[in-house]
């Protein structure tokens, strides 16, 4: 099936730790994005890429980074630097109309 | 820039009432509209869009219009059922060769009671 798939579901993390969230598509889209989601609220714009090699910053890309090495892929590292990293994140694929396909997400608690 | 407005939730409605959700829109352009729905613990699927001013876009009983001349693109349904309980997000597309980039309103969580 074609479709957007993010892993892990869940993720812990210690504090210090750097982690990564892969997310990865079979739709061959050109653009790909990270949104960030607490409890309660809407989605925040982390990185969006709109092709291979190329990624811009979003809203608060602070203590985050991202890679765009192949079409399918681009990985989230959320960093020690990032304070306050607890909170779902979800990636999503964007077509040539804009119609946005979104994986199920990724929970990340700091423990 | 490009940017949605939605109605403030929390939404709380009984089974069987009448829906809105209200969505306008700010855009240079001629942008596509879309509405998404969030059940809990899950992404985003698309419920419904519409490309061009005067569509119509429905699914699963609920429709909206884009309307170019408020610049608005309200989700309605007739009847709303407990499992059309939701966040529910506004979004906005223009094509702009080199910054094309979508565009979401803040959310409206809807809660159907019984």
């Known amino acids: 099936d074609g479709g957007i798939t993010q892993s892990p579901k869940y993720l812990f993390r210690k504090e210090g730790q750097n982690v990564t969230l892969s997310c990865e598509q079979n739709?061959?889209?050109?653009?790909m994005y990270w949104y960030r989601q607490d409890p309660g609220q809407g989605l925040r714009l982390i990185y969006y890429s709109q092709i291979v090699n190329d990624f811009q910053k979003g809203d608060i890309a602070e203590g985050y980074s991202v890679s765009r090495e192949k079409k399918e892929s681009f990985p989230l590292t959320v960093t020690s630097a990032q304070k306050n990293p607890t909170a779902f994140y979800l990636c999503a694929s964007q077509n040539r109309q804009g119609r946005a396909f979104f994986g199920q997400g990724t929970r990340l608690t700091v423990v | 820039g490009n940017s949605v407005t939605q109605m403030e939730g929390p939404v709380t409605l009984s089974e069987e009432a009448f829906l809105t959700i209200n969505c306008t829109y700010t855009?240079?352009?001629?942008?596509?509209l879309f509405w998404y729905v969030q059940y809990p613990g899950e992404g985003l699927q698309l419920l419904l869009k519409?490309?061009?001013?005067?569509d119509k876009g429905s699914n699963k009983g609920f429709e909206a219009t884009y309307r170019k001349e408020t610049t608005s693109f309200h989700l309605e349904k007739g009847s709303v059922q407990v499992s059309d309980s939701a966040v529910y997000f506004c979004?906005?597309?223009?094509?702009?060769?080199?910054?094309?980039?979508?565009?979401f309103g803040t959310g409206t969580r809807l809660t159907i009671i019984p």
């Open positions: 979004a906005l597309f223009i094509s702009n060769f080199g910054n094309e980039k979508l565009t």
């Open positions: 739709l061959n889209h050109d653009a």
């Open positions: 855009a240079t352009g001629y942008p596509s």
């Open positions: 519409a490309t061009k001013a005067d």
